[in-house]
T-cell receptor, first 111, second 111 residues
Framework: AQSVTQPDIHITVSEGASLELRCNYS??????LFWYVQSPGQGLQLLLK??????LVQGIKGFEAEFKRSQSSFNLRKPSVHWSDAAEYFC?????????FGAGTRLTVKP | NAGVTQTPKFRILKIGQSMTLQCTQD?????MYWYRQDPGMGLKLIYY???????DKGEVPNGYNVSRSTTEDFPLRLELAAPSQTSVYFC??????????FGNGTRLTVT
């Protein structure tokens, strides 16, 4: 069965520092992979997706993620974090009704 | 476009009461979903629908019911509320094999 693991429950970074959020997945076929962001009291917003092709994908708000099949990973990165990036981030794998979400990583940004 | 709209935003129920969480989307998506979000658990699929008149169980359907009489609407019914149903509920919609669009959620407390 497919599953998603986000090893870091909570990460704190300083504003302007770089960020990497980890995501590992287990999936039987070539996966559809997603990163979503959730601000307090809001729904999940799509940051980026990987379906096929170039393994480095660009998303909104300056985020990018790299699909590494050999490591079953899809880590999210941002070169310079802004205070407004403080939120919870969810990695997801699958499609339609067969979508699995990680437990989330909460990002705190220090001034 | 409003996207996915959920009502109410908050609700407190007593044990044994019933209620319906409303969800409507204006993107003409065939697929609609109900998820619940519990702390540290990510999102779990309750029910989904691939079109009007078609619904199916997700990972955690017990205690819930749905209907899909139109493309736009996908209400979630709780018949006999239990404390275990205290959660944040998200409705989402999508086209086939496409990212999900989420509503802003309904925070439900059962006491």
């Amino acid at each position: 069965a497919q599953s998603v693991t986000q090893p870091d429950i909570h990460i704190t970074v300083s504003e302007g520092a770089s960020l990497e959020l980890r995501c590992n997945y287990s999936y039987g076929a070539t996966p559809y992979l997603f990163w979503y962001v959730q601000s307090p009291g809001q729904g999940l917003q799509l940051l980026l997706k990987y379906f096929s092709g170039d393994t480095l994908v660009q998303g909104i708000k300056g985020f990018e993620a790299e699909f590494k099949r050999s490591q079953s990973s899809f880590n999210l990165r941002k070169p310079s974090v802004h205070w407004s990036d403080a939120a919870e981030y969810f990695c997801a794998v699958g499609e339609n009704n067969d979508m699995r979400f990680g437990a989330g990583t909460r990002l705190t940004v220090k001034p | 476009n409003a996207g996915v709209t959920q009502t109410p935003k908050f609700r407190i129920l007593k044990i044994g009461q019933s209620m319906t969480l409303q969800c409507t989307q204006d993107m003409n998506h065939n697929y609609m979903y109900w998820y619940r979000q519990d702390p540290g658990m990510g999102l779990k699929l309750i029910y989904y629908s691939v079109g009007a008149g078609i619904t199916d169980k997700g990972e955690v359907p017990n205690g819930y019911n749905v209907s899909r009489s139109t493309t736009e609407d996908f209400p979630l019914r709780l018949e006999l509320a239990a404390p275990s149903q205290t959660s944040v509920y998200f409705c989402a919609s999508s086209s086939p094999n496409s990212p999900l669009h989420f509503g802003n959620g309904t925070r439900l407390t059962v006491t």
